[in-house]
């Protein structure tokens, strides 16, 4: 298993934050990755508009994953309403 940060941007209302970080831990424990770390990292300013919005909340994970199980997850999370970006990056052992 490797090491991953993952780094989630929700949007910037209650509920959809709350069900949207729910849906993520959900889909991370269904498909067998380990959370070793959650850093919740506030509001923000986005670079660009994403999805008509142009504040977040910015969460970062550190992970622990099978490579092969990053490819479902990229999937299932591309189809979360609840998240406006998300970002894998392998950390080096």
């Known amino acids: ?9 929700f949007p910037m209302e209650e509920d959809q934050h709350k069900a949207g970080r729910e849906h993520l831990l959900s889909d991370l424990q269904s498909n067998g ?5 959650t850093d919740e990292l506030g ?10 919005r142009k504040r977040g909340k910015y969460a970062l994970l550190i992970i ?3 490579p092969s199980k990053i490819v479902i997850l990229d ?3 591309k189809l979360n309403a609840n998240l406006l970006k998300f970002l894998f990056v ?3 052992e």
């Open 1 to 9: 298993m490797r090491r991953y940060e993952l780094m989630v941007i």
């Open 33 to 37: 990755v380990e959370v070793e770390r």
């Open 43 to 52: 509001d923000k300013d986005l670079a660009f508009e994403v999805k008509k």
């Open 64 to 66: 622990k994953s099978d």
């Open 75 to 77: 999937r299932i999370f």
């Open 90 to 92: 392998r950390i080096d």
